[in-house]
């Protein structure tokens, strides 16, 4: 008999150090020996009244590109906190021995190859990225074992798909994971096969070994990110692509540098051919099935680069379905997920590499809540929770690879993690993600409904949500369906739908009675319901052709949005009550609901801080998208610097002139001239003191920018609503710890048994907090042979029986077991295999 234990590794103890203990796009890896699995660095709980908002005075966010100069400065006691994702086992030594120093470990980290889909560029040159066939060999070009074990030294697990491996959904389809990644292995020689057909077939020719195209050779322009594994993973890639006979022009590069080349040029141009892309999922997720869309269609973003994606027709209708959650049953989004997973493969606009094993160092005095999935970084927390354990309040010193990288405006502005982490912090949110399951508890709100098409597989877990199911859901004729953008009013659904419709689920978010009392904007404007109109108006107006800022970008996602959604209604004021309508739903009631709270995909904004933009835009002098201000050669909105400033203050002061109200025959139902008036004079006040626009409403406001030192400064909001200990109660994640123990081996045709012990903290892991323990059977070819469920012994213990029918239809020779649990409390799953042998 043999035993097999998971390695936790960097898993262990992921560090949320939240006072109960003392912290976009993964299995529980087996570490090398050499790489020690980190310990618990556990904080004890600061014994202190908590302020109103933040634990400390100020954050200052400075930018440094190295890991190895960032651990420098922590122990010199020059900076508190490098929030970047670091996947170095010689960095994670270095930290883990100093007694001054601790890290917060994160899962959600992923690197990737991003392929330029023009197949050819404007000057004439071939782009063999452009052909689909040779992107799909790529995956089996590159070795991403050699990336974890040479690059990452062990910190990292392989990648195929546009899933995290640490999440629900890729437990959920493992056998269809499985099986592709067994189709996708590593073979370079078929990789070169196919790559050498397909040029041929474009034109191209091979000349002493290498590619030529027009007589000129295939050169193949590739930006490497500097300022991690990726400059090391460049590398190897190029030389993997240098000997299958091109040509690469390796080019070196920050972010800084990068992002205009791969993110901000027309892919025709041909500035690029491949770029090393970096992502972190800042939450865990708990629905992967949006990323198809994301990362391989143009309802991903407004880039020029998305905007190029052609998929086709058939991803195309995969990814949007599965978009927008259009599905009755598990079954059927089952069938959608698994043919995503293999229509994903055959288009490749992405390789994808590794799912990192991450950490971000610290000093020691350093508390903050960190997400499973996102890190430090990611965290909506750590703004709510960032503090010294020895010390009230100070100024908190974080260093990220850069900021500002890309403008900042509200709706369509940088997303870079960097950038996203410090203007997070002055964005509030109607629900927090819960840092462990990625469920959503209420911050603004105060409860809400959801009320379900009956027979939908939707499910809730926390006691705020009531969920109900009717037969039939009616939307009233009241309720707003549409935007009229020509006229500026809401379309009605008795004007859209005049024989009626019904929705598949309604949500009803209830709001504090005090809310409009108690919750400010940055510069002293109180939030209102006009800025709740504000937000349900731009849901529609980009993307309508006859807006004054209409975005091409922008339509594609509201035809999307629109073939879902019913109605909105505002039923109440006071308390502020909405309905919302619509056959789109997520599996969970807690993130079906629907706030409308005035927080945009980057960023939150007032009403009348969004004004001045949407003035300006409609211009001409001005595009909130990095698309339309490329395609208009017109600046791209920025809120914190750059020729935007002037543009915007230029409005600003008409808007002020004139007590405009943007888009007033709706939003002047709701707001006065008088209050229009105030809150123009509030942020003309704000920029005079702070040389910036944005306005938020978060614990943290954004004090001053410094785009040229790569700095920016946030300080503590002393109006916000809440006490800055809200938020400590999350103890350390339940992840399971999985012993397997079976025979060496199997005779062929006889009974095999196999027990599984699920334990955490060395107690039996509780039934009723796991959601399944599944097995998968593979063959020596790695071929998946049988799939099931473990039958439960005791508490703690389950076994997997493989039948002799089972048995018989293995060959002689190697085959490997895998156990995946998941769990109810904690949305990581827990892999663990056994390898065996079978005889006559």
Not at 534 to 561: H, R, V
Not at 627 to 649: C, F, H, M, Q, R
Not at 817 to 836: G, R, T
Request: contains cysteine.
């Amino acid at each position: 008999m043999r035993k097999f234990f998971v390695v936790l590794g960097l898993l262990v103890a992921v560090s949320m150090m939240l006072a109960a203990c003392g912290p976009k796009a993964t299995e529980v890896p087996e570490a090398p020996a050499a790489t020690e699995a980190p310990a618990a660095t556990e904080a004890p709980a600061p014994a202190k009244p908590a302020p109103q908002g933040a634990w400390v005075d100020s954050v200052v966010f400075t930018s440094i590109d190295s890991p190895d100069s960032a651990i420098t400065q922590l122990q010199a006691g020059q900076l508190d906190l490098f929030a970047e994702t670091v996947s170095n086992p010689e960095n994670f030594k270095v930290v883990k021995d100093d007694a001054n120093l601790r890290y917060y470990t994160s899962l959600g980290a992923y690197t990737e190859i991003t392929f330029n889909p023009v197949l050819n560029f404007a000057d004439g040159r071939l782009n063999p990225f452009g052909d689909p066939q040779i992107r799909e060999a790529m995956n089996m070009l590159v070795d991403r074992n050699y990336i974890v074990q040479e690059i990452y030294g062990g910190l990292a697990v392989t990648k195929l798909l546009p899933m995290n491996s640490s999440f629900p959904d890729y437990a959920k389809y493992i056998d269809t994971a499985r099986a592709l990644e067994n189709i996708y292995a590593y073979n370079p020689d078929k990789a070169k096969a196919i790559i050498a057909e397909r040029m041929e077939a474009l034109g191209a020719t091979m000349v002493d070994g290498k590619w030529q195209y027009n007589g000129e050779p295939v050169t193949l322009i590739f930006i490497i990110r500097i300022e991690d594994e990726r400059k090391v993973i460049g590398d190897y890639v190029a030389g993997v692509l240098e000997d299958a006979g091109f040509v690469v022009d390796r080019q070196y590069k920050s972010r800084a540098d990068a992002s205009p080349i791969w993110n901000r040029s027309d892919p025709k141009e041909g500035q690029w051919n491949f770029y090393t892309g970096g992502w972190i999922t800042t939450a865990i997720s708990r629905d992967d099935g949006s990323n198809f869309a994301y990362f391989y269609t143009n309802l991903g973003s407004g880039s020029p680069l998305w905007q190029a994606y052609t998929p086709s027709e058939e991803f195309f209708t995969v990814s949007e379905r599965l978009w927008n959650n259009d599905f009755k049953t598990i079954e059927e989004r089952g069938e959608l997920f698994q043919k995503a997973m293999e229509l994903a493969l055959k288009d490749s606009v992405r390789l994808w590499l590794v799912d990192q094993v991450s950490f971000s160092p610290a000093r020691a005095n350093v508390q903050v809540a960190s997400d499973l999935a996102g890190g430090v970084s990611g965290s909506r927390l750590w703004p709510y929770t960032i503090q010294f354990t020895d010390k009230e309040g100070g100024e908190m010193r974080v260093a990220v690879n850069g900021i500002p990288v890309d403008p900042w405006n509200p709706l369509q502005g940088s997303n870079w993690i960097s950038d996203s982490m410090a203007y997070r912090a002055t964005a509030d949110v109607a629900v927090m993600p819960d840092p462990y399951t990625g469920l959503a508890w209420p911050q603004r709100i105060e409860k809400a409904e959801v009320v379900a098409q009956e027979g939908l597989p939707i499910s809730k877990t926390l006691d705020w949500v009531d969920l109900k199911f009717e037969p039939e859901i009616q939307v009233p004729a009241d309720a707003w369906a549409d935007w009229d953008a020509a006229n500026q009013k809401f379309i009605t659904v008795g004007e859209k739908f005049p024989e009626g419709t019904t929705a598949l689920v309604k949500t009803t978010v209830i709001y504090p009675k005090d809310l409009f009392e108690t919750v400010k904007w940055h510069d002293g404007s109180p939030l209102t319901v006009g800025d709740f109109v504000m937000g349900m108006i731009l849901t529609f107006d980009p993307g309508k052709s006859e807006s004054p800022i209409y975005d091409e970008a922008s339509a594609e996602n509201l035809d999307s949005f629109l073939s879902h959604f019913k109605g909105v209604r505002i039923v109440s004021t006071d308390p502020l009550t909405i309905e919302t309508y619509d056959d789109y739903y997520l599996l969970d009631a807690e993130l079906t609901v629907s706030s409308w709270f005035p927080a945009y995909a980057y960023g939150s904004a007032p009403w009348h801080g969004l004004a001045p933009a949407i003035q300006a835009e409609g211009d001409g002098k001005l595009a909130f998208s990095a698309d339309k201000a490329s395609a208009n050669s017109v600046e791209w909105t920025s809120y914190i610097g750059g020729p935007s400033l002037d543009i915007l203050k230029e409005y600003l002061d008409k808007a002020a002139g004139e007590s405009y109200i943007p888009y007033a025959a709706t939003l002047g139902e709701y707001v006065t001239a008088d209050e229009a008036a105030a809150r123009y004079a509030n942020l003309q006040k704000w920029y005079g003191d702070h040389g910036h626009f944005w306005v938020g409403s978060g614990p943290f406001y954004l004090d001053k920018v410094y785009t040229t030192e790569k700095s920016v400064v946030l300080k503590r909001f002393a109006d916000y609503p809440d006490k800055a200990d809200k938020w400590l109660r999350f103890g350390e994640p339940k992840i399971a710890e999985v012993e397997l123990d079976g025979p060496s081996q199997v005779k062929i045709g006889e009974e095999a048994k196999f027990d599984v012990m699920v334990t955490f903290g060395g107690e039996p892991y509780p039934s009723a907090e796991l959601d399944s323990v599944k097995y998968l059977l593979f063959d020596a070819n790695n071929n998946l042979i049988s799939k099931g469920d473990a039958v439960m012994v005791a508490e703690g213990q389950y076994q997997v029986v493989l039948s002799a029918d089972v048995t018989k239809a293995l060959a002689a020779g190697s085959n490997k077991l895998e156990v995946v649990v998941a769990s109810n409390v904690v949305s990581i799953p827990s892999f663990q295999n056994i390898q065996f042998v079978t005889a006559p």
